[in-house]
C-alpha cells in the first residue's frame, strides 16, 4: 500500500480525514497479507479466555453471596434478589470489559510487536533489526512513558473540569475536550509498537503528537470508539495496532527520513 499523496497547500485541511481514514486502511492491508493474520488471531483468543475466567471466576461466587443475603427472603424480597442477579451480571461484564481494555495491548504485546514490524517490513520493503535493550534501563523508559502518559491525562481532567461550571454549554465543552484528549492518547497508545521499537523516551513519543495534531486526532477520533466498545475490541484492538503502524510508515517515517 503507497503513502496517501497529501497536497502541502491542504495537508492541514486534511490531515484528520486522513488519520480516520486508517483503521479501514489497515483492514485492507490485514486482508491483504494473510500471513499477518495468527498475529490477530493469538491476541483475540488470549482476551477471550482471560475474560472467561475473570467473568465465570466471580460470577458464581457472587451468586452464592446474593443467595446467602436473601436465603431468608420471602415475597416482594425474592423479586429484589432476581434483579440482583441480573444487575450484578451486567455489572460485572460490563467491568471485565473495561479491565480488558486497559490490559488488553499488554496482554497481546508480543504478537502486536511482531505485527507491527512484519507490517514495517511489507511497507518499507526493508528488513526491520531490533535494538538490542538491556533490562534496567528498558524498565525506567517504560515506566517514564506510564507516568508521562497519566500525567498529561491528569493535567488535561484538571484544565477541562472546570468547564463544566459553565451553564448550559460548558458540559458539552467538557465532554468534547474529554473526548478529543482520549483520541490523542489513544492513537499514540496505537503508534507505541512502532515507536517502542525506536526506544523513545515518552517525551520524543509526545513530540509526534506536536507536529501531527491533526493527523493523530483524526486517528483517535475513530480508534477511541473503536478499541473501547465491549467484545469487539478483541478484534479492533489489534486492527488499531496494525493501524498505527501502517500511518506510522506512510506518512511520518518518510518524513523522519527526509530530515536525517
Known amino acids: 500500500m503507497r503513502r496517501v499523496p497529501v497536497p502541502s497547500d491542504m495537508q492541514t485541511l486534511l490531515s484528520p480525514f486522513v488519520g480516520s481514514s486508517y483503521p479501514f486502511r489497515a483492514i485492507a492491508l490485514l486482508w491483504k497479507h494473510p500471513r499477518l493474520w495468527p498475529y490477530l488471531v493469538w491476541p483475540i483468543v488470549v482476551n477471550i479466555l482471560v475474560f472467561a475466567?475473570?467473568?465465570f471466576g466471580l460470577f458464581f461466587p457472587g451468586l452464592q453471596a446474593i443467595d446467602h443475603l436473601f436465603s431468608q427472603a420471602q415475597g416482594w424480597l425474592l423479586a429484589l434478589e432476581q434483579l440482583?442477579?441480573?444487575?450484578?451480571?451486567?455489572?460485572?461484564?460490563?467491568?471485565?470489559?473495561?479491565?480488558?481494555?486497559?490490559?488488553?495491548?499488554?496482554?497481546?504485546?508480543?504478537?502486536?510487536?511482531?505485527l507491527s514490524r512484519v507490517i514495517e517490513e511489507i511497507v518499507t520493503q526493508k528488513v526491520v533489526t531490533e535494538i538490542p535493550t538491556k533490562f534496567w534501563p528498558e524498565l525506567r523508559r517504560a515506566l517514564g512513558c506510564a507516568v508521562g502518559r497519566l500525567g498529561i491525562a491528569l493535567i488535561a481532567l484538571v484544565a477541562i473540569l472546570p468547564l463544566n461550571l459553565v451553564p448550559v454549554i460548558g458540559p458539552?465543552?467538557?465532554?468534547?475536550?474529554?473526548?478529543?484528549?482520549?483520541?490523542?492518547?489513544?492513537?499514540?497508545?496505537?503508534?507505541?509498537?512502532?515507536?517502542?521499537?525506536?526506544l523513545l523516551t515518552f517525551t520524543q513519543k509526545l513530540d509526534y503528537l506536536k507536529r501531527y495534531p491533526a493527523l493523530c486526532a483524526g486517528?483517535?477520533?475513530?480508534?477511541?470508539p473503536l478499541s473501547s466498545i465491549p467484545l469487539l475490541n478483541f478484534i479492533t484492538i489489534p486492527i488499531c495496532v496494525a493501524a498505527g503502524t501502517l500511518l506510522y510508515c506512510e506518512v511520518i517515517l518518510p518524513e523522519d527520513l527526509q530530515k536525517q
Open 53 to 55: 475466567v475473570l467473568t
Open 84 to 114: 440482583l442477579r441480573i444487575l450484578f451480571f451486567l455489572l460485572l461484564f460490563f467491568l471485565n470489559s473495561l479491565l480488558l481494555i486497559t490490559i488488553g495491548i499488554s496482554l497481546g504485546a508480543p504478537w502486536y510487536g511482531t
Open 172 to 198: 458539552v465543552l467538557a465532554t468534547v475536550g474529554n473526548f478529543l484528549v482520549g483520541a490523542l492518547l489513544v492513537s499514540l497508545d496505537f503508534l507505541d509498537a512502532a515507536l517502542d521499537r525506536r
Open 219 to 224: 486517528f483517535g477520533v475513530v480508534s477511541l
